[in-house]
C-alpha cells in the first residue's frame, strides 16, 4: 500500500485568467499554465484527501499510469502534495543572525517648512526648532556602513527629513565624502532624497542631478487634493508652488526618472485622477500611491468603505496599465509595476522589508531606527552609529515576525508577498510593530490576484514588455 496523498492547501492557488487555469506556487511565488492532469489531480484530492498513488492512477482513467505517476512526482517535489514526510521549512522560520547592511537613511533635520496634517513624522519640528544631524554623525553612519558590510556590490544612501533640503550644506559635504570613501573602495554609491520640493532651485537641481541623486517628490495630485493637506506652517495650500517647482525639476532633470509619491487619506480616494494630472499633465516618470490606514493621526486615515475604493481605483488604473503594456507603453504606476516586477522575479520575502535588515535609518542623534519611518519615535533605538548596532535586540525583534507560527499570515497565500505587513503600520496601530497588520488582508490578496491576471495576460500578449521594462531594472 503506497503512501497516503494530500494536497499542500497552503502551497497552491488557483486563478483563472481569460479562461485558463494558472496554479500560483505560493513558496517560489511562481506562475504555472495548469495542465488538465494536474487540475484534475487537484479536484480529486480537494474531493476525496488522502488517497494512495495507485487509487488517483485507478480514478484518471483518460491517461496513462505513467503520466499519472509522474505529474505525482512533480507535485511531491514542489510540496503542492504531501506523502507524509516533514515540508521543507518556510522560508520565514529562519532567524536573522546577519545584516547585510547596504543602506542608510539620515534623518538630517527633524524640520521641515512645511506642516502637512497628515504628517506621521513623531520628531516632526518647525523650521526653526529643527534638529539638524551634523557631519560627524552622518560620516559615523557611512563608516558604520562600511564596516558592517564590506562585501555588499553597491551602497545606498538616503536623505530624509522633516524637509532634507532644509540641511543642504550637510548633504552636499555627505555626499563629497561618501564619493571619495566607495571610490577608494571601487564600489559605487547612490543617493537618494524624497522632498516637498518647495526648497529647490535650478542651482540646486543641478546640483543632485550630476551626483545622480534618485528623487521622489511628495504630491499629492492636481490643486484641489493637494492642497487638502499638503499646506505652509501657516496653514496655506502649496500646490502652486510645488507644482512650479515640480515642473522645473523635470524639465533639467537628466541623470534618472523621477516619482511622484502619493499620500491617499481620508476623502482621497481618486487614484486615476492623482495618476492621470502627475503622469500625463505634469510630466513625472512614474506615481506611487501609499494609502494611509494607521497613521498615528487617527482622524486622517483612510475608512473602511475608502479603502475599498482605494483598490477598486488602484485595479482602475491597473487596467490601464494593462492595456498600456499590451502597446508596449509603460504609464509608471508604480505599485503595479512593483507587484509584477515581484511576480516576473518569483520574490519570496521573508519579512516585509529590508527594515532592520538591508536598511536602518539614524536619527540626528546618531540612534539607529528600523526604518525612516521610526526615527523619533517612542520605539526604543537599536542602538546607535557611536557604538554599534544592537544585533541582539535587532535580532531578537526581527525573528519575531519571521516566525509566523499561530499568525495568520501563517497559511496566507500571499505570506510571501506581504510578510505581515508594514512594521510602522503595525505600531501605528497596535503600539507593537511586530503583530501582522490584519486590518485589509482581503484587500491585499485580492488586489495580488489582479496582479496575476495582470502579469500573465502581458506574457501571453507582450512578453517583450517585461524585457523592456521589468527586467532592465534589475541591473540598476
Ligand atoms: S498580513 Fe494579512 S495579507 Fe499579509 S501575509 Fe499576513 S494574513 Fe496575509
Ligand atoms: S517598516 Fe514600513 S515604512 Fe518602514 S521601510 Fe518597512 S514598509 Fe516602509
Redesign the pocket.
Known amino acids: 500500500m503506497g503512501a497516503q496523498l494530500n494536497l499542500v492547501e497552503q502551497n497552491l492557488h488557483l486563478v483563472e485568467v481569460s479562461s485558463k487555469q494558472l496554479l500560483f506556487h505560493i513558496p517560489s511565488s511562481s506562475l504555472f499554465e495548469l495542465d488538465g492532469l494536474t487540475k484534475q489531480v487537484i479536484d480529486l484530492l480537494r474531493l476525496r484527501p488522502q488517497q494512495t498513488a495507485e487509487q488517483l492512477i485507478g480514478e484518471l482513467s483518460g491517461f496513462t499510469e505513467q503520466q499519472v505517476s509522474e505529474t505525482i512526482r512533480e507535485m511531491v517535489a514542489l510540496e503542492l502534495i504531501s506523502d507524509g514526510s516533514p515540508l521543507t521549512a518556510e522560508i520565514g522560520l529562519k532567524k536573522v543572525t546577519e545584516f547585510p547592511l547596504n543602506t542608510v537613511v539620515l534623518n538630517v533635520n527633524t524640520g521641515c517648512n512645511l506642516s502637512c496634517s497628515y504628517c506621521y513624522k513623531e520628531d516632526l519640528d518647525k523650521p526653526s526648532a529643527g534638529k539638524k544631524m551634523d557631519f560627524i554623525t552622518a560620516k559615523q553612519s557611512v563608516e558604520m556602513l562600511i564596516e558592517e558590510s564590506p562585501n555588499e556590490e553597491r551602497y545606498n544612501i538616503v536623505f530624509f527629513g522633516g524637509e532634507p533640503l532644509s540641511n543642504l550644506s550637510l548633504i552636499k559635504q555627505v555626499v563629497a565624502f561618501a564619493e571619495a570613501r566607495f571610490a577608494d573602495l571601487g564600489k559605487p554609491v547612490d543617493f537618494t532624497m524624497t522632498t516637498n520640493a518647495t526648497l529647490l532651485t535650478e542651482e540646486i537641481v543641478d546640483w543632485l542631478n550630476q551626483h545622480r541623486f534618485g528623487i521622489s517628490i511628495s504630491m499629492d495630485g492636481p490643486k484641489a487634493i493637494h492642497d487638502k493637506n499638503r499646506i505652509t506652517v501657516g496653514g496655506q495650500g502649496t500646490y502652486d508652488v510645488v507644482s512650479r517647482k515640480a515642473q522645473m525639476l523635470l524639465s533639467r532633470y537628466r541623470s534618472r526618472p523621477v516619482g511622484a509619491r502619493v499620500t491617499l487619506t481620508k476623502g482621497i480616494t481618486d487614484v486615476e485622477r492623482i495618476w492621470d494630472h502627475l503622469f500625463n499633465e505634469l510630466g513625472f516618470s512614474e506615481v506611487g500611491f501609499a494609502p494611509v490606514t494607521s497613521g498615528d493621526v487617527s482622524y486622517f486615515n483612510l475608512s473602511d468603505e475608502e479603502l475599498v475604493d482605494v483598490f477598486t481605483n488602484m485595479k482602475a488604473l491597473g487596467q490601464k496599465y494593462l492595456t498600456a503594456a499590451l502597446e508596449h507603453r509603460n504609464i509608471g504606476f508604480s505599485n503595479m509595476h512593483q507587484l509584477i516586477t515581484d511576480i516576473h522575479e518569483g520574490n519570496k520575502k521573508a519579512l516585509p522589508c529590508g527594515a532592520g535588515v538591508a536598511m536602518l535609518a539614524v536619527d540626528h542623534e546618531g540612534g539607529l531606527n528600523l526604518c525612516h519611518r521610526f526615527t523619533g519615535s517612542d520605539l526604543d533605538t537599536f542602538g546607535d552609529v557611536q557604538t554599534g548596532i544592537d544585533k541582539s535586540r535587532l535580532g531578537e525583534f526581527l525573528d519575531q515576525r519571521l516566525d509566523r507560527s499561530n499568525?495568520?499570515?501563517e497559511s496566507?497565500r500571499?505570506?510571501n508577498l506581504?510578510?505581515?505587513?508594514c512594521y510602522h503600520e503595525s505600531y501605528a496601530r497596535f503600539e507593537d510593530p511586530t503583530q501582522?497588520?490584519?486590518h485589509y488582508?482581503e484587500l491585499?490578496?485580492d488586489w495580488v490576484d489582479f496582479g496575476i491576471e495582470v502579469y500573465s495576460r502581458i506574457m501571453a500578449e507582450n512578453p517583450a514588455f517585461i524585457d523592456s521594462y521589468i527586467s532592465p531594472r534589475r541591473a540598476h
Open positions: 499568525t495568520g499570515c496566507c500571499i505570506r506581504c510578510s505581515g505587513g501582522p497588520v490584519y488582508c491585499l490578496r
